[in-house]
């Protein structure tokens, strides 16, 4: 199966700083990349996401790279809010076969940005 | 458009005791995913649906853990007898199709005493 692993567990930056967490993947079949935001007692939401086929996606002061060769991927938040506070997951998904649209998830980084 | 609903929110009960969780995906989507989120880990995906079918139950415990689509529309998840390292977060998500964007409901907390 598939095996994602995230870094840091915790990371804390002072409000404007830049955010950046790191996955990597085992499963070179591994095609789609989401990330997720978890508040508190709150359902996990996509904040971005990144196919195979792309090497960068930017939605305002959100970024994911993907280097397919290294099989990683990273979550870029600049100009940090402390509303950006949350737990951040990473995921892989493959394409095809039997397991197609089950996510792997990372353990999870808990972001902290003080004011 | 109304998100995936989850039922009951919080529930605790008693080693070797059944419990059963509800959810109600959003209209329209075909895919249905039951997760168990322990504290402090990435959710973990228990069985897949695709309409009323299962697609993928290879990391459900099925001597204990079972689960239903009927008529391709709610589901539910069913726990018995209940263990002590059961206790977490079930989340229901669903999406258009396998392979798309899932949508996640509020999850139910489940304590095991």
């Known amino acids: 199966g598939e095996n994602v692993e995230q870094h840091p567990s915790t990371l804390s930056v002072q409000e404007g700083d830049s955010a950046v967490i790191k996955c990597t993947y085992s499963?070179?079949?591994?095609?789609?990349f989401p990330w997720y935001k978890q508040e508190l007692g709150k359902r996990p939401q996509l904040i971005i996401d990144?196919?195979?086929?792309?090497g960068e996606k930017k939605d305002q002061r959100i970024a994911v790279t993907l280097n397919k060769t290294a099989k990683h991927f990273s979550l870029h938040i600049t100009e940090t809010q402390p509303e950006d506070s949350a737990v951040y997951f990473c995921?892989?998904?493959?394409?095809?076969?039997?397991?197609?649209?089950?996510?792997?998830f990372g353990r999870g980084t808990q972001l902290t940005v003080w004011p | 458009e109304a998100g995936v609903a989850q039922s009951p929110r919080y529930k605790i009960i008693e080693k070797r005791q059944s419990v059963a969780f509800w959810c109600n995906p959003i209209?329209?989507?075909?895919?249905l995913y039951w997760y168990q989120q322990i504290l402090g880990q990435g959710p973990k995906l228990l069985i897949q649906?695709?309409?009323?079918?299962?697609?993928?139950d290879s990391q459900l415990p099925k001597d204990r853990f079972s689960a239903e689509r009927l008529k391709g529309v709610d589901s539910t998840l069913k726990i018995q007898p209940a263990k002590l390292e059961d206790s977490a977060v079930y989340l229901c998500?669903?999406?258009?199709?396998?392979?798309?964007?899932?949508?996640f409901g509020p999850g139910t907390r489940l304590t095991v005493l």
């Open positions: 998500a669903s999406s258009l199709d396998r392979g798309y964007e899932q949508f």
């Open positions: 499963d070179s079949a591994s095609n789609y």
């Open positions: 990144i196919r195979s086929n792309v």
């Open positions: 995921a892989a998904s493959k394409g095809r076969g039997s397991t197609l649209g089950r996510l792997y």
């Open positions: 209209s329209g989507h075909a895919t």
């Open positions: 649906f695709q309409n009323n079918g299962v697609v993928d």
